[in-house]
């Protein structure tokens, strides 16, 4: 069993910043990738952005330019820093990992962090 632990949600105003950490424990052999989806309620959670272990990124096309992740996986964590915040940016913000266990590979969440940017 793996457990993802979210931390550094909050509220900000429109124009700042937030830092996001996820941290991963528990069993497994390797990380093969880690990234954040955010859902607003009455909408399907989305891709914000995703690291895989080789360090490749992707992002969706509302967070380029402004959101940036990045990983240590020696201390099996990923960050999401977000910079020029606005209101539709607020969700709730959640961690993912793809973690390659003794059962194969597998898909594990976090509990989720809320971003709130009032309009």
């Known amino acids: 069993q793996v457990q993802l632990v979210e931390s550094g949600g909050g509220l900000v105003q429109a124009g700042g910043s937030l830092r996001l950490s996820c941290a991963a424990s528990?069993?497994?052999?390797?990380?093969?990738?880690m990234g954040w989806y955010r859902q607003v309620p009455g909408k399907q959670r989305e891709l914000v952005a995703v690291?895989?272990?080789?360090?490749?990124?992707t992002y969706a096309d509302p967070v380029k330019g402004r959101f940036t992740i990045s990983a240590d996986y020696g201390k099996k964590t990923v960050y999401l820093q977000m910079n020029s915040l606005n209101a539709d940016d607020t969700a709730v913000y959640y961690c993912?990992?793809?973690?390659?266990?003794?059962?194969?590979?597998?898909?594990?969440w976090g509990q989720g962090t809320q971003v709130t940017v009032p309009s």
């Open positions: 993912n990992g793809r973690f390659q266990t003794m059962l194969g590979s597998r898909d594990y």
């Open positions: 528990g069993i497994f052999f390797r990380i093969n990738d």
């Open positions: 690291i895989s272990n080789g360090g490749s990124t």
